[in-house]
């Protein structure tokens, strides 16, 4: 089997909520994502899509993942789909750097592996650990009292884990995490995601302030140094995602005891294959995982389900159903939320169809299409 073209489009993603706030006073309103698909000479075809969410949160933005897949596309012409190891290698040897870049074609090439096997992703990526996958919602940064009144209507939908968007001014913040955790159940989850905002002092301050409380701490500081120490000065449990980009340091991490889980994010390492391995590190060091991606639509949402259902519950902490966040669908078959649950599609590949009416045409035809 070999490739024989790659597509893409681009598509809004307009949010239901308006707006998408975190640290640094950092917004967007419309995600812009690009649907991928990888052709082969056997008539199967598997599909992506790659969101990163703008351009100041990691090295990556929406006009890059284009810009990149132009530069790479040409030379995976005529090499097999399903042999992923040589094509990932080759991928890193023609395109140094840019994970975001190589993502959806590890992906789409991941959903032609299913449909060659006849079997869902979720049994290639390991087998099936959880059907019904518990998701997070993610609280947008505002003030105390209306992120509190965001996760009181979100918990009325089923949802029982919950990513506060903090990282700002640091009186405000221990106000919203206080806010916050007074109206969840002892049960519920909350974890206080300050995307690299604090300063080591901010972050001083807010760790010893919310101490007494049942919270997580993800990724307080911008630098992998800055957060370690913060990790040294509490007890409270810690999640690094931002430092976290390969398997190089998580090992690193895992080798210094750096955090307590970690928010793994596919198209931020690679796709799923290395999103896998990193995976598979995981659970060997005993480490839980949030398992997302940066942002998305119906077929990023796919991608996730399938990793987090072949993911041991143990050391599965979240993951997110961001086809819920949006007002566009860009796919059918696509994972829903049912009380605060989703589940991956048994049907084979990543179990989606694109609508392609609402992707329009494309943006980008490398080699020969269909």
């Known amino acids: 089997m070999k490739i024989t073209a790659i597509t893409a489009w681009q598509v809004d993603l307009p949010l239901k909520e308006g707006r998408y706030s ?77 994970p975001y870049v190589k993502a959806p074609i590890d992906i789409a090439c991941w959903d032609i592996l299913g449909k060659v096997a006849g079997l869902p992703v979720y049994k290639l990526l390991g087998g099936l650990e959880q059907r019904d996958i518990a998701l997070y919602r993610a609280i947008s940064q505002e003030d105390p009292e209306i992120m509190a009144a965001k996760i009181d209507g979100y918990r ?30 002892p049960t519920d989850i909350l974890v206080c995601d300050a995307n690299t905002g604090w300063t080591m002092a901010d972050a001083a301050r807010v760790v010893n302030a919310v101490r007494d409380l049942d919270v997580y701490i993800e990724q307080p500081c911008m630098s992998y140094e800055e957060s370690l120490s913060i990790r040294r000065r509490t007890t409270l449990p810690f999640v690094l995602d931002e430092v976290i980009g390969g398997a190089d340091s998580l090992l690193k991490a895992i080798a210094e005891d750096a955090m307590d889980a970690i928010n793994l994010k596919i198209s931020k390492v690679g796709g799923l294959t290395k999103a896998k391995l990193m995976r598979d590190l995981c659970v060997a060091s005993g480490i839980p995982m949030t398992i997302e991606d940066t942002w998305g ?67 980008l035809i490398i080699g020969n299409p269909a």
């Open 22 to 98: 975190w640290s640094g006073g950092n917004f967007m309103e419309v995600f812009d994502t690009t649907v991928v698909s990888v052709e082969t000479d056997a008539g199967i075809t598997g599909y992506a899509e790659c969101c990163p969410l703008g351009s100041a949160y990691l090295p990556s933005y929406a006009l890059g993942v284009r810009a990149g897949l132009g530069e790479i596309g040409p030379k995976l012409i005529g090499m097999d789909p399903t042999d992923l190891g040589p094509l990932n290698r080759h991928m890193d040897a023609v395109l140094r750097g840019h």
């Open 156 to 185: 009325a939908q089923g949802y029982t884990k919950f990513q506060l968007k903090v990282g700002g001014n640091a009186n405000d913040d221990i106000e919203r995490i206080r806010a916050c955790r007074n109206i969840l159940k």
């Open 297 to 363: 639509g119906d077929i990023v949402t796919a991608a996730i389900a399938h990793l987090a259902a072949s993911t041991p519950e143990k050391f599965y902490l979240s993951a997110t159903d961001f086809n819920s966040y949006g007002t566009v669908s860009i796919a059918e078959g696509a994972p829903q939320r049912v009380n605060g649950n989703m589940s991956a599609s048994d049907e084979p590949g990543l179990g989606i169809t694109p609508r392609f009416d609402v992707l329009g045409e494309p943006v």
